[in-house]
């Protein structure tokens, strides 16, 4: 059985469903990529999330979670620590956030070199992203991307800039050029990587993580084109435009998962960016990072 395997930060997820009433969920941007890509992989593919988890019931109730949505659970357990936590609020139809993780455990995922190397080891695809290694402290950092590196796996980089959970902004741009010398596939979001980098056009974009060593780069930028760059050449993937945006929320997790699905079965880089971009319009028209209604036909 082949492995897919993401790896970084779920949290709890309370969302806001009237004025004093909240849900409750699980979510975080690489495991909303490991929950999409359960359902753009066939069960010949084992769909994997790697994070660190406390021994409470809150963390046993996640790894249920976890499993209960065929997803399999990669866990170092740390006695002390617990998962972390954010809160959405809606006033107005805007959303805000507020977030809880001084104790999540994940933050310590990073640790343990073996336990990353055993983890890893049996890995086809791994994915994670700028959030989990913004999480990290800096040696933890170097820790990942040295395992990441030494697998055998095809490794996904999604830049996903959060600045509240850097250091400052020198370290953010080390640490996102540390995560795609990572990675041969890397998936950056122009408009935050010209504000942080000072990009003049997505081919800028390009070119900085060439040289940071991916083959595979596709530069998403909203309502306007994909740039994608393959060792092949730089093309141009229009957009079809969305009537009515609902939630944003996980638009670039549900691109990453169906665009790897996509590579990880011989599709074209090409042809699996425009199926990932039709899996994104979907999700964005509904609300919520995880939204199986859409899934009905084949996903693939």
Same mark, same amino acid.
């Given at each position: 059985m082949s492995r897919f395997l993401c790896i970084g930060e779920c949290m709890v997820e309370l969302a806001q469903t009237g004025p004093d009433t909240y849900r409750r969920g699980f979510a975080g941007d690489t495991f909303n990529t490991a929950w999409y890509a359960r359902r753009c992989l066939p069960e010949s593919w084992d769909v994997s999330y790697a994070t660190a988890v406390g021994t409470d019931a809150t963390s046993a109730e996640m790894t249920a979670f976890m499993k209960a949505e065929r997803v399999t659970p990669a866990l170092r357990e740390i006695e002390g620590r617990t998962v972390g *936590?954010?809160?959405?609020?809606?006033?107005?139809?805007?959303?805000?956030? =507020?977030? $809880?993780?001084?104790?999540?455990?994940?933050?310590?995922?990073?640790?343990?070199?073996? $336990?990353?190397?055993?983890?890893?080891?049996?890995a086809e695809m791994i994915h994670f992203s700028g959030i989990t290694l913004a999480i990290l402290a800096p040696d933890q950092r170097s820790r990942l991307c040295n395992a990441l590196r030494s697998s055998r796996a095809t490794v996904s980089f999604d830049t996903?800039?959060?600045?509240?959970? $850097?250091?400052?902004?020198?370290?953010?741009?080390? %640490? *996102?050029?540390? %995560?795609?010398?990572?990675? =041969?596939?890397?998936?950056?979001?122009f408009d935050e990587e010209t504000a942080l980098f000072g990009d003049a056009t997505p081919e800028h974009t390009?070119?900085?993580?060439?040289?940071?060593?991916?083959?595979?780069?596709?530069?998403?930028? %909203?309502? =306007?084109?994909?740039?994608?760059?393959?060792?092949?050449?730089?093309?141009?993937i229009a957009v079809e435009p969305v009537e009515k945006v609902v939630d944003s929320t996980a638009a670039g997790d549900s691109f990453a998962a169906r665009f790897l699905a996509g590579l990880a079965q011989n599709e074209t880089p090409q042809e699996a960016a425009r199926a990932a971009m039709a899996l994104a319009a979907k999700v964005i028209c509904a609300p919520g990072a995880l939204v199986p209604d859409i899934f009905q036909g084949d996903p693939k």
């Amino acid at each position: 059985m082949s492995r897919f395997l993401c790896i970084g930060e779920c949290m709890v997820e309370l969302a806001q469903t009237g004025p004093d009433t909240y849900r409750r969920g699980f979510a975080g941007d690489t495991f909303n990529t490991a929950w999409y890509a359960r359902r753009c992989l066939p069960e010949s593919w084992d769909v994997s999330y790697a994070t660190a988890v406390g021994t409470d019931a809150t963390s046993a109730e996640m790894t249920a979670f976890m499993k209960a949505e065929r997803v399999t659970p990669a866990l170092r357990e740390i006695e002390g620590r617990t998962v972390g *936590l954010y809160m959405i609020a809606t006033e107005g139809g805007e959303r805000s956030f =507020s977030y $809880w993780r001084s104790n999540s455990a994940a933050r310590l995922l990073g640790e343990d070199t073996e $336990w990353l190397a055993a983890t890893f080891a049996q890995a086809e695809m791994i994915h994670f992203s700028g959030i989990t290694l913004a999480i990290l402290a800096p040696d933890q950092r170097s820790r990942l991307c040295n395992a990441l590196r030494s697998s055998r796996a095809t490794v996904s980089f999604d830049t996903n800039l959060r600045p509240r959970l $850097w250091e400052n902004e020198n370290a953010m741009k080390r %640490g *996102l050029t540390q %995560g795609a010398s990572a990675a =041969s596939i890397v998936l950056p979001s122009f408009d935050e990587e010209t504000a942080l980098f000072g990009d003049a056009t997505p081919e800028h974009t390009i070119a900085r993580y060439r040289e940071a060593g991916a083959q595979i780069i596709a530069v998403k930028n %909203g309502a =306007s084109a994909l740039t994608m760059a393959t060792p092949e050449g730089i093309t141009e993937i229009a957009v079809e435009p969305v009537e009515k945006v609902v939630d944003s929320t996980a638009a670039g997790d549900s691109f990453a998962a169906r665009f790897l699905a996509g590579l990880a079965q011989n599709e074209t880089p090409q042809e699996a960016a425009r199926a990932a971009m039709a899996l994104a319009a979907k999700v964005i028209c509904a609300p919520g990072a995880l939204v199986p209604d859409i899934f009905q036909g084949d996903p693939k």
